[in-house]
């Protein structure tokens, strides 16, 4: 791919953007289905539950992203597990997701007013059916902005696959970089492409917290 920037640069640079948001995808499914895990075992009933979860959070929240992904791929090699880039950096970010999702979910399952929980205790109902009856339905509704804000941070926290040799979009600009040696343009077009991919979901954030702002349900 060498010589002047052409179509077949631009295409592979697509494809590391398709790659990019399909890792975005992996991270935010597996991390949210984890970090609801975590958010749940955070206000659990059961102090040990509680402590678990408290200490998996401090634990992932304390360690830098780049850290796990080494970790991940050679840190497991090391050890005779050679698994691929993408289960690696799929991993690494579900791992590192779930922490912040979890504890982003937690606040918002605590934010639900106490007169709720009050009210759904005097109905009588089980713990489980409190929490999905009542509680869960109104922290979704808070939890939805700042989870759309921080798929932002997910993406871009994705350029850092590019240490265990995953293909995205940063790492596709390395290689074509490479090749050209014209780093300025490259990486403009990667921060456009960027930009391009978190502006919306930006945008939509604060949307949906103005919503939920105007929408918040009156206290029982």
């Not at 948001?21 to 289905?33: D, E, T, V």
């Not at 609801?36 to 929240?61: D, E, K, M, W």
């Not at 265990?164 to 490259?186: D, H, Y």
């Not at 978190?198 to 949906?208: D, I, M, T």
Request: charged fraction near 10%; include cysteine; glycine fraction near 10%.
């Amino acid at each position: 791919m060498g010589g002047a920037l052409n179509i077949n640069h631009l295409l592979f640079l697509g494809h590391g953007a398709l790659w990019t948001i399909g890792l975005s995808a992996i991270a935010l499914i597996g991390g949210g289905s984890f970090g609801f895990l975590i958010a749940l075992g955070r206000v659990s009933p059961s102090r040990a539950v509680r402590l678990l979860a408290a200490t998996y959070v401090q634990l992932i929240q304390g360690t830098p992203l780049l850290v796990i992904m080494f970790l991940s791929f050679f840190g497991l090699a090391a050890l005779g597990f050679n698994i691929s880039p993408l289960l690696a950096a799929g991993a690494s970010m579900t791992i590192f997701v779930a922490a912040y999702l979890g504890e982003i979910w937690r606040g918002c399952i605590e934010a639900v007013p106490k007169q709720q929980w009050e009210a759904a205790e005097g109905l009588a109902l089980s713990r489980s059916q409190r929490m999905v009856k009542v509680i869960l339905p109104q922290a979704i509704r808070l939890a939805t902005p700042p989870t759309v804000g921080f798929m932002v941070q997910i993406v871009k926290n994705t350029s850092l696959a590019s240490v265990v040799g995953f293909v995205e979009l940063t790492r596709s600009g390395q290689i074509i970089n490479n090749s050209l040696f014209e780093p300025f343009i490259i990486y403009s077009i990667i921060a456009v492409v960027y930009f391009s991919l978190c502006y919306p979901l930006s945008r939509l954030s604060r949307r949906l917290e103005r919503s939920a702002l105007q929408k918040k349900p009156a206290l029982a």
